[in-house]
């Protein structure tokens, strides 16, 4: 990759040395490239740059959509350090992403791992295990939202089977936010785990051989040679991953509505329920910027402890 | 994987393998199974008090009465609409923009593609609230006058649902990353050949990259056709409503009509699970090659 970066870079450079005819060349080049990704820069202009800047804009006034926005200063950030319910949202989505991603990784990588095989039935497998993914997050919760059912729901049924008093899961206070994380886990492993699957397949199998003839385990090799070598993956599942966990909306919306008692309460549906419910737009707009700045400051962070890949650099 | 393994200790490893995967497997389809068995069932049969797993009668009729409530017909045709757009035009901007990235070096390209890079950190509640004012207030469209005002611009138009999710820059970075690859002789021998740089992105070095046509396609019309959020926000009227906000009429305050809704959920997810079907072969082909190997 790198290489032929380098060789279209060479290929690019010099125009004073190079013949008229060639110079021609280079020039229609490089207008062939502006116009081929105008349209999409334009499009991201006036969807992302634009909406990037009105959201700070409007993180600074009161603004109910009807009437005009007012200028209030700093008052939405004010506001922000003394709602506690909004302080609950960070706490929980943080709790959420702390246990959904890890897991959900772990968990993928062990399935890559025993898919990246010979075997009869492997597509049959990967389906499967990627049907969460394909299917709507609000099809999937209503779903989980029966098996959740404290009377007629699965997962009581399950443990009635087993002897067990189950709890009303999703209006427990104590029970609602493990309930929503194991659907966030259950539902995120396909994606990771196809990304796992696309990185073992083109690892250099003589690296393979190789610790083979030397007499490295299997365990070993795993260890010292499938983990290092899969960083970059890694790092890509990782960084994707939090961003999508700290944006999760749709689960929370159908399964609890942010209960009971704020208790799976999420950032994004506090944005929501500011923005959609009150009206409060400028507030929405502050409350989507500390969004914003701790993805930043988390991918950030995990660049600096991870080294990155080349891919995002 | 060395062929040279000793059957006895290989066979048993192979069986629990196959264990393993079935579990995780069946674990992955049980709320999909749950879901099907539901979605004919009586409602005797769902209030059963320890829940059966099949039903004791197969109402197949739940599907009929389900298409019956609302009109499905027109959701899953206005969500195919939107999500075949968004489709297009993604593969068709991004893959181009993608390509002037990664081959065609000019002034600026690179501020662009970091610009790109920037953008996927955006989160999508940030850029969801002034995206619903643009379109609020859309000058000229909807009864807004020149300065946006006075009408509902795009609210509850095609418009809304189709032209801010056209380009996602997710796609314009998985598209640079696979035109990256590509060795550089094919395209001066083009060049060589007289072919114009349209002509060498169009008929040279996009069909090499078919596997990443696929997965882009697929991973676009299947988040399009499971978008929520958006389309609850800028629709009104039952004549633009998505297939995923059209579940919810099965889904009130005091009552769930949970035979419908599991058989609405169905049809649903049916068809993403075809796709999958269909496309997985290149998604992960095309997943393999986007640098994040």
Redesign the interface.
């Known amino acids: ?1 790198v290489s ?2 380098d ?3 060479a ?2 450079s010099g125009p004073s040395a190079a013949p008229p005819r060639r110079r021609g ?1 280079l020039r ?3 207008r ?3 116009l ?2 105008a ?3 334009l ?2 202009l ?3 740059g ?3 800047v ?2 700070i804009v ?1 993180s600074f006034t009161s603004y109910d ?1 009807l009437t005009p926005p007012r200028f209030i200063g700093l008052e939405n950030f004010r506001d922000l350090l003394s709602d506690n319910v909004f302080r609950r949202a960070v706490l929980n989505t943080s709790i959420y992403t702390f246990f959904t991603v890890p897991v959900a990784m772990g968990i993928a990588l062990l ?1 890559a791992l ?2 990246n ?3 009869a039935g492997r ?10 993914q ?7 919760a ?3 939202l ?2 959740y059912d404290p ?4 997962a009581n ?1 399950i443990l ?1 089977f087993l002897g067990l008093d189950g709890p009303a899961w999703l209006s427990s206070t104590d029970w609602a936010m493990p309930a929503v994380i194991v659907v966030g886990i ?1 539902q995120g ?2 994606l990771k785990m ?2 796992y ?3 073992l ?3 250099p199998t003589e690296l393979y051989e190789a610790a ?1 003839v030397d007499g490295a385990s299997k365990f070993r090799q795993f260890f010292s040679l499938t983990l290092p070598l899969l960083r ?2 890694t790092f ?1 599942v990782f960084v994707t991953s939090v ?1 999508g966990a ?2 999760s ?2 689960q929370v ?1 159908i399964l609890t509505d942010g209960g009971p008692a704020n208790s799976t309460t999420m ?2 549906y506090e ?2 329920k500011s ?2 419910r009150e009206f409060r ?1 400028g507030y ?2 502050a409350q ?2 500390v ?2 700045a701790l ?2 400051f988390l ?1 950030l962070l995990n660049r600096r402890i991870t080294g990155g ?4 650099r | ?2 062929p040279v393994e000793t059957s006895a200790r290989f066979r048993t490893g192979r069986i629990a ?2 264990l ?3 579990a ?9 199974v ?2 099907l068995l ?1 979605s004919v069932k009586t409602p005797g049969d ?6 059966r797993l099949f039903p004791t009668e197969w109402a197949f009729g739940n599907y009929v009465d389900a298409l019956r409530a609302a009109p499905f017909a027109t959701y899953a045709r206005n969500s195919f609409v939107i999500a075949a757009s968004h489709t297009v035009l993604n593969v068709l ?2 893959s ?2 993608g ?3 990664a ?5 600026g ?1 690179s501020l ?1 593609f970091l ?3 920037g ?13 619903f ?2 379109v ?1 207030f859309m000058p000229l469209f909807g009864g807004n006058d020149i300065t946006g005002q006075g009408g509902t611009g795009w609210l509850d138009t095609w418009w809304a649902l189709i ?2 999710g ?2 996602s ?1 997710f796609s ?1 970075f998985l598209f640079r ?1 696979f035109y ?5 002789e094919l395209e ?1 021998a083009a ?1 060589l050949d007289g072919l ?3 002509g060498i ?1 169009a008929r040279i070095m996009t069909p090499l990259v078919k596997p990443a046509f696929i997965t882009v396609a697929l991973l676009t019309f ?1 988040g399009s ?2 978008n ?2 958006w389309p609850l ?1 800028v629709t009104k009227s039952d004549s633009l409503r998505v297939i ?1 906000v059209g ?1 919810s009429v099965f ?1 009130t305050e005091n009552d769930t009509q ?1 035979a419908f ?2 058989a609405g ?1 169905t049809l ?2 049916v068809p ?2 075809v ?3 269909i496309g ?2 290149y ?11």
């Not at chain 2, 081959?103 to 002034?107: A, I, K, Q, S, V």
């Not at chain 2, 953008?119 to 995206?131: D, F, N, R, S, V």
Request: aromatic content about 12%; overall charge positive.
């Open positions: 990759m032929t970066r060789r279209v870079r290929a690019a060349l229609a080049r490089r062939a490239g502006l081929m990704v349209p999409a820069v499009h991201a006036i969807w992302i634009i909406p990037l009105a959201a409007l959509v399935i025993m898919l095989t010979q075997l597509a049959i497998f990967r389906t499967a295990i990627f049907i969460p394909v299917t709507a997050t609000i099809a999937v209503l779903v989980w029966w098996i009377r007629s729901g699965l049924a009635s259950w492993i396909g196809l990304i699957l696309a990185a397949q083109s690892l083979s970059p993956a890509f961003i700290f944006q909306f749709d919306y950032m994004t944005i929501y923005a959609f737009m929405a707009c989507s910027l969004l914003f993805l930043l991918t890949d080349r891919a995002t | 994987m060395p393998l196959y393993t995967l079935t995780i497997s069946l674990v992955m389809i049980v709320p999909f749950w879901m539901t769902i209030a059963a008090v320890p829940p901007i991004a181009m923009a390509y002037a990235l081959r065609l070096r000019f002034r390209s662009i610009g790109f890079v953008a996927l950190m955006i989160p999508t509640y940030t850029k969801i609230l002034p995206e004012l643009i609020r032209i801010p056209a380009v820059p314009v990353q990256l690859d590509l060795p550089v001066e060049r114009s740089e349209l992105y299947e056709w499971n929520f959020l926000l995923q579940l889904r949970w809704l599991m959920t649903a997810t993403m699970v796709l999958f079907l997985q072969r998604f992960v082909q095309g997943f393999a090659t986007a640098g994040i190997k």
